[in-house]
């Protein structure tokens, strides 16, 4: 008996330790399995729709949604564009009208040029528009909706000495002296004291009629202008700068009764409008479920490859996971919903806001057009380029970033030396867009032909200033920025040939050789899923 135990000891501890290995042989084959297919879920993850479409069999919904998209935002804009157009358009001449009609002898001067030197002028120029408004036979085409407001600002107390030829201003406060005026009789105890005078306005509100949209069948639009017309004399130089501004209010003008019309038109834009924001509304959706998506599974890649192989992932590997394009699709349907709605408030005379409603319809859709690149992208020929301003865009910015020091410094230095004796430097704005036109070969010769009347030290001054911001920047800055977009193309071309990854994330991805044709996606995502540790599968 105890010969018999004795060998059926060893055979038991044999036994044991085959258990062992096929149970650790078992174990590698399972993580095995868990590696290959996250590895092929990452490589799903980062397909194009077409290949995706093979690999699982699923419409591309986003890509058709996405090309939808860029012909019904097109049709809108161009739709608004030309409303937007033909109102401007009105505003525009009606303004030139109001220049001529309200002010005496206009001749279709420069915004700006036009002023008055002597008293007589200025009380000539006010009874002008007065009789203009009140007398004139012409008040048939204007309809007054409000009195007349003449509004004068002035200086507190002044006393002038002639001897010491000095101003003294004792109370240093602007006053404002309105005087409503229905007829010319109301203006005859009505005079100005010039030595205290700062600006003279002349408030009016004219109503006219927009009769383009008749021709449609639509009803006309009624336009409020609140005319302000305004004498400056705040500079004291004698020379008192006359200009004509207006605000306008629109709306529907509902009394009128146009034969034939119809709001069968309205309907239409509206029903339009209204599928214009479902459609941007569902791509909102779709685009924020990918990009949720891809952050969650930025997270579990994180984990598994601390798990599996003990190593942090980078930053930029990490950030590939958030699509940038989609980013970009995001903000386009939110501008394109706000917009819509804003121009159905336009078309419904609720609202007048034009000038916002082009800006986010603009700039949504400039971001649709720019967003066709993406798909440009899924040919190798033109996804080098993509990749190109993908890799140069961190460097650029660092350096436009030191190059706008220097650029800056020149415009503060223009602005103060070179203002006064050159309008293109005049104020801070002018000299950016002066200097920027510089850059670009712009307007160079009538730039340094202006300085060519000043003193001899501005003279010298504004030649060294203009030859060395030229040379810098146009031989120095701008060639090591093209260098620097070029040396990031032959990286990237590089690459490309010789098959580098570039990334560890890449690099992972890159040992999958399942093409999107062999079937061995479709698995579900979830059991891909299940596991991204050792510990979560394997105890």
Avoid at 58 to 68: A, E, G, N, T, V
Avoid at 150 to 160: D, S, V
Avoid at 289 to 317: C, P
Avoid at 375 to 396: C, D, E, Q, S
Wanted: aromatic content about 14%; some cysteine; hydrophobic content about 40%.
């Amino acid at each position: 008996m105890e010969d018999r135990e004795q060998l059926l000891t060893p055979r038991s501890e044999e036994a044991r330790l085959n258990g062992l290995c096929r149970w650790s042989a078992h174990t590698q084959g399972l993580q095995a399995k868990v590696v290959e297919d996250f590895r092929r879920r990452l490589k799903y993850f980062f397909m194009n729709p077409c290949e995706k479409y093979k690999a699982r069999g699923r419409k591309p919904w986003k890509l058709m949604l996405q090309i939808l998209k860029i012909a019904i935002i097109t049709v809108q804009l161009v739709s608004f564009g030309l409303s937007n157009e033909m109102m401007v358009t009105f505003k525009d001449e009606n303004l030139m009208t109001f220049r001529h009609l309200f002010l005496k002898g206009y001749k279709d001067h420069r915004v700006g040029s036009y002023a008055l030197y002597t008293k007589d002028d200025v009380y000539d120029h006010i009874y002008y528009i007065i009789n203009t408004v009140t007398l004139d036979p012409r008040r048939q085409f204007i309809i007054t909706l409000s009195p007349l407001k003449l509004q004068t600002g002035f200086w507190g107390t002044l006393i002038y000495s002639e001897k010491s030829l000095f101003l003294y201003l004792y109370s240093p406060k602007l006053h404002s002296a309105p005087l409503m005026v229905k007829k010319m009789s109301d203006l005859q105890c009505f005079s100005l004291l010039f030595c205290r005078l700062l600006s003279v306005s002349v408030n009016l509100t004219l109503k006219t009629i927009n009769l383009q949209t008749v021709r449609h069948h639509e009803l006309p639009d009624c336009y409020d202008f609140h005319i302000m017309i305004t004498f400056d004399n705040r500079a004291h130089s004698g020379k008192i700068k006359v200009d004509v501004k207006n605000d306008v209010r629109i709306y529907e003008c509902r009394d009128w009764n146009v034969e034939g019309t119809s709001d069968e038109n309205d309907y239409l834009l509206l029903s339009f409008d209204s599928v214009v924001i479902l459609a941007c509304f569902a791509s909102l959706i779709l685009c924020t479920r990918s990009v949720v998506n891809g952050i969650q599974l930025q997270f579990e890649f994180n984990t598994f490859f601390h798990a599996y192989y003990n190593k942090i992932v980078s930053w930029s590997d990490r950030m590939e996971f958030v699509n940038g394009w989609y980013i970009l699709i995001i903000v386009s349907d939110t501008l394109t919903i706000a917009g819509s709605a804003l121009k159905i408030g336009i078309q419904t005379k609720y609202l007048t806001n034009y000038d916002v409603c082009s800006i986010l319809l603009g700039t949504a859709t400039m971001l649709v057009w720019v967003g066709v690149i993406r798909y440009l992208g899924f040919f190798k020929k033109y996804n080098i380029l993509i990749l190109t301003l993908r890799a140069a865009f961190p460097n650029v910015i660092r350096f436009c970033c030191c190059a706008a020091m220097i650029y800056l410094g020149y415009c503060f230095c223009g602005w103060i030396v070179l203002g006064p004796h050159h309008d293109k430097f005049r104020t801070l704005d002018k000299v950016t867009e002066c200097l920027f036109s510089l850059i670009n070969g712009d307007d160079m010769y009538a730039t340094f032909l202006k300085m060519r009347d000043n003193s001899y030290m501005v003279w010298l001054f504004s030649r060294l200033y203009l030859y060395s911001f030229i040379s810098l920047f146009i031989y120095m800055v701008l060639s090591l920025f093209i260098a620097l977009i070029t040396d990031t193309y032959e990286t990237i071309k590089h690459h490309q040939q010789e098959k580098v990854p570039v990334s560890q994330l890449q690099a992972f991805i890159a040992e999958c050789r399942d093409q999107p044709e062999s079937g061995r996606y479709q698995t579900d995502e979830d059991s891909a899923s299940c596991c991204v540790s050792p510990c979560c599968c394997f105890g």
